[in-house]
């Protein structure tokens, strides 16, 4: 019997082991952190043994293929010994591609890919599409695999789990963007970082779609060394594409899959030019699969965003605040920031991963009229955008930011959440930070 070892039992650890104690591998589970008490009785109750707090070589260098979590970084002590032994080392994705007969809609990119991601499954779902929903998303893939099959798979894919790849071949594969992110995980060479992303149209064959936006650097100098073998359509801002989607600032222009169409921008529920881009990308996904231009459009009107991600959490007194948390990086921040024309009360700050703020510098200028400092230490944004924010102020307390956006917003002035920095120094994660945000938003208005 065939021996796979899980390393990490978070949300695809479990999936991948349940999965593979179905198809019949003998099963181990190792996790060097605590196990979750539910998690535990899945894998108990599945009959798999598991460990926590240690990893035990032994067990682990017995394995004909491991399984490794993707929040576990190559070097690590494990992985070294792992490599050294020649044992291969996959992705639950890669895993759970080998046990279904659905195709798959793949997306990725350093911002946008979340967004992408939620919209195209709502295109295809609400079109009645037999469609599921997984990757950094949603459920394991491979969790849900146990309890059946989808004809189409919508899976948001990390640059972390595209290195886990090996035969993993999607229908449609997108690409949003790249801009420099995650770099300690690649030497700090943005060509690496720039390799994993487009590798993952590396399997796929000309009858397949390969979705990227035409306008970036990055991608393009990375198609330069690693050319793309599937139809290609691509999307831009910049000018009309031969085959794809191009937006003039007000109407999108779609041209794909035999089949063209325009849609007004005020026709989806997304705001901003960075949405408009996540639009064409889930159009053109959409279209590939079949589902009509009518059904398209209904299904747009009605999207709603995934928490953290421009979410709208209330209007006190005619001041709109918004929650972006999930803005943990300056591109990602840049795209909020020139969602909006109205003048802008900004909230940021947190860990600071090495970030060049110049980016910021012409929407800040023009829109910003306050900046809320939100950090343990906020020396490097305060200096960044001295005499370019009429008012900046700083706390380590969100009640307070909050409690100032009203303060010092306007009628019609939108406070916005959008940090461009990671959580860990006040909260838990972006998710704890962005729920304390709305609490304190809910709990003002009362």
């Known amino acids: 019997m065939k021996k796979i070892v899980i390393l990490g039992a978070g949300e695809s650890g479990l999936g991948a082991a349940l999965l593979a104690k179905q198809k019949g591998y003998a099963v181990w589970v190792s996790d060097m952190a605590a196990i979750s008490a539910a998690r535990k009785t899945a894998l108990t109750d599945a009959g798999i043994p598991f460990e926590e707090g240690k990893h035990t070589e032994s067990e682990i260098l017995s394995a004909d293929e491991i399984i490794k979590s993707p929040g576990i970084p190559p070097k690590a002590p494990i992985m070294k010994l792992v490599a050294e032994k020649g044992i291969p080392v996959i992705d639950e994705l890669e895993f759970a591609f080998r046990f279904s007969?659905?195709?798959?809609?793949?997306?990725?990119?350093?911002?946008?890919?979340?967004?992408?991601?939620?919209?195209?499954y709502h295109l295809l779902k609400s079109a009645g599409i037999n469609v599921g929903l997984a990757g950094n998303v949603g459920q394991s893939w491979a969790g849900q695999l146990v309890n059946g099959d989808k004809d189409w798979w919508v899976i948001e894919v990390s640059s972390f789990q595209i290195d886990g790849f090996v035969d993993f071949k999607p229908a449609v594969a997108v690409l949003t963007n790249i801009t420099p992110d995650h770099l300690d995980r690649y030497d700090y060479k943005l060509e690496n970082y720039i390799a994993s992303k487009i590798s993952l149209f590396r399997n796929m064959d000309s009858d397949q779609l390969a979705i990227y936006h035409a306008d970036d650097l990055n991608i393009h100098n990375g198609l330069v060394k690693d050319p793309i073998k599937a139809t290609i359509a691509t999307i831009s801002t910049a000018k009309r594409q031969k085959s794809g989607g191009y937006f003039d600032g007000e109407i999108i222009f779609i041209n794909s899959s035999g089949t063209s169409m325009e849609i007004a921008a005020c026709e989806t529920s997304l705001n901003g030019v960075h949405n408009m881009q996540n639009v064409m990308s889930a159009t053109l996904a959409a279209l590939e699969v079949g589902v009509s231009e009518k059904k398209i459009k209904s299904a747009l009107k009605d999207f709603q965003n995934a928490p953290h991600r421009m979410e709208l959490v209330e209007v006190i007194k005619g001041v709109t605040f918004i929650n972006d948390s999930k803005g943990t990086n300056v591109d990602a921040t840049a795209f909020a920031l020139e969602s909006f024309e109205e003048p802008l009360v900004w909230i940021a700050g947190?860990?600071?991963?090495?970030?060049?703020?110049s980016l910021l510098f012409p929407v800040v200028e023009d829109q910003v009229k306050v900046l809320i400092c939100l950090g343990v230490d906020n020396e490097k944004l305060k200096s960044a955008f001295a005499g370019k924010v009429q008012r900046i102020k700083e706390t380590e307390d969100i009640a307070q930011a909050v409690a100032w956006g009203l303060e010092y917003g306007e009628r019609g002035d939108v406070v916005l959440l959008s940090p461009a920095c990671a959580s860990f120094d006040l909260f838990k994660n972006y998710e704890d930070r962005g729920d304390q945000f709305k609490s304190a938003v809910k709990a003002l208005k009362k």
Request: glycine share 18%.
């Open 101 to 120: 007969e659905g195709k798959v809609i793949a997306i990725t990119g350093t911002n946008g890919k979340t967004t992408t991601t939620l919209l195209t």
């Open 350 to 357: 947190g860990v600071d991963k090495g970030n060049d703020y």
